[in-house]
């Protein structure tokens, strides 16, 4: 009994290229590499698991300028990083990951007399860097669209040992301290959300090389990927499951737990060969 590939790797990536008639077990492991791991919970309220299809967005410096300087991996252990100001007494969170990589996300402005803290992003799509930036409508007629830039998940607190306790996310990775949105320079609360990207082909992501995790890697955008669609879990619209707000929500204090990708493959294979 030989499993048709197709199908085979359809279930496995959510690929739409037509796959070749008797994929190779490094094509079937790379689709391996997108199957949806357990999501088990860690009580650390920086992790954040994805259940659907989409990626987190990070990048080893805070204002990535090609796509070599940001990646897509779905390794949502989080810690927020510490730098302090000069006086001390206040500093900065940072939203970082094991291998110090920055997490982007979105800051909208609050819209008052719409919501107390603002509406999620609208989604973005394209295929380059800088479509990633989203737009933030407010759920009122004559409401102006704002432009909303992908930017490290950052938030200024007063120095306390207890602070990152204090700083959670909910099921579309909106960011709170203590129950309420933390405020930006100028004083006002901002929705600070986690960003999400999908891809037209998950395929045609390039793994990226280095002394990583190998159960939850990192990807390199290229033009064989297709679209990337950009946005924030749960707050899409309609049924296309590359929209990556329609098809993803998080899972805040959880992680997920890497698919045992060499052992599966290989009952695949062994079962192929029959």
């Keep these: 009994m030989k499993l048709a590939p197709c199908i085979l790797l359809a279930l496995l990536s959510g690929c739409a290229a037509t796959p070749p008639a008797t994929p190779s077990p490094q094509l079937i492991k790379a689709a391996m590499a997108f199957v949806q791991g357990a999501v088990v919970e860690t009580q650390n309220p920086a992790n954040l698991a994805i259940e659907g299809n989409g990626f987190f967005l990070v990048a080893r410096k805070p ?18 990083e510490f730098t302090p100001e000069a006086t001390g007494a206040r500093g900065v969170y940072r939203l970082v990951n094991k291998d110090g990589f920055y997490a982007f996300g979105y800051a909208s402005p609050a819209i008052e007399n719409v919501r107390p803290f603002g509406t999620p992003p609208e989604e973005s799509q394209g295929t380059q860097l800088a479509d990633l930036d989203v737009t933030a409508t407010p759920d009122t007629l ?9 930017k490290p998940i950052e938030v200024q ?8 306790n204090a700083l959670t996310f909910d099921n579309q990775g909106l960011l709170r301290v203590k129950g309420q949105a933390p405020h930006d320079a100028d004083g006002k609360p901002a929705n600070i959300y986690v960003a999400l990207a999908t891809v037209d082909e998950r395929l045609g992501l390039r793994r990226m090389n280095g002394d990583f995790d190998a159960g939850m890697p990192y ?28 098809s993803n929500v998080l899972t805040p204090g959880a ?3 890497p698919v045992p990708v060499d052992a599966i493959a290989d009952v695949f294979a062994r079962l192929n060969n029959r």
Excluded: C, M
């Design 63 to 80: 204002t990535p300028a090609t796509w070599d300087d940001l990646a897509f991996t779905r390794d949502g252990v989080f810690k927020f």
């Design 157 to 164: 607190l007063a120095t306390n040992p207890d602070a990152p």
């Design 219 to 246: 990807y390199l955008y290229q033009p064989a990927a297709g679209q990337i669609h950009a946005g924030v879990a749960g707050t899409g619209n309609g049924s296309d499951p590359r929209l990556v707000g329609a």
């Design 142 to 150: 004559g409401g102006t669209p704002r432009h909303v830039p992908l």
């Design 255 to 257: 992680a997920e737990q």
